[in-house]
């Protein structure tokens, strides 16, 4: 059950709203809220919605996310951190709905890349999985929840035994975005 796995949890940055029903926890983030990183710039939004846990070691992370109406660039995804200049995420975001993608950005040292692949117009429920294996990261995400893609290795600068992971959501132009998250599990 969501509800018991959620209990080790808490907020960074703790958003607009947060209910539970039988479909999971429902989550309006905050408006002009975001995860992202340019020391060359100096420009930093450390803002988002993140509801995390510690964990240890290798792991697999897997959650999966709901939405409607989402607009232009607000996100629902998966994320570990460190601190707030060396972190991963990865989640649905797009400049339109006629044009969503699945987005991973990764931040070391203060600075943010972003990648992104196309994925099909009206995609509202998507699955995550984040695995840790011999300090290699892989993420992954399904459109169906059986099928998983994987979208990218990568390596933290400064990584540690100990991470915080979890569930994020953020909405840097939408003053309204509420997404439901349906499951969360690590092993």
């Known amino acids: 059950m969501l509800l018991e796995t959620l209990k080790e949890f808490d907020w960074m940055n703790e958003p607009a709203q947060v209910r539970f029903d039988e479909n999971g926890m429902y989550v309006r983030a905050k408006y002009r809220t975001d995860f992202w990183c340019c020391a060359r710039h100096n420009f930093r939004k450390d803002d988002g919605h993140f509801f995390f846990s510690y964990v240890l070691g290798d792991f ?80 992954y995400y399904s459109l169906d929840g059986q099928n998983y893609t994987e979208l990218r290795k990568f390596y933290l600068i400064h990584d540690s035994d100990e991470m915080k992971i979890g569930a994020y959501i953020c909405s840097p132009q939408s003053e309204d975005f509420t997404a439901v998250l349906h499951n969360l599990q690590m092993y």
């Open 60 to 139: 697999c992370c897997d959650l999966d996310w709901s939405f409607e109406n989402a607009g232009p660039f607000d996100q629902c995804g998966i994320m570990i951190r460190l601190d707030v200049n060396n972190w991963f995420k990865i989640s649905m975001m797009s400049e339109s709905n006629e044009n969503p993608k699945i987005a991973t950005s990764l931040t070391n040292d203060g600075y943010s890349d972003l990648a992104s692949v196309n994925i099909p117009a009206g995609s509202n429920h998507i699955w995550y999985r984040l695995k840790k294996r011999k300090g290699c990261y892989i993420a």
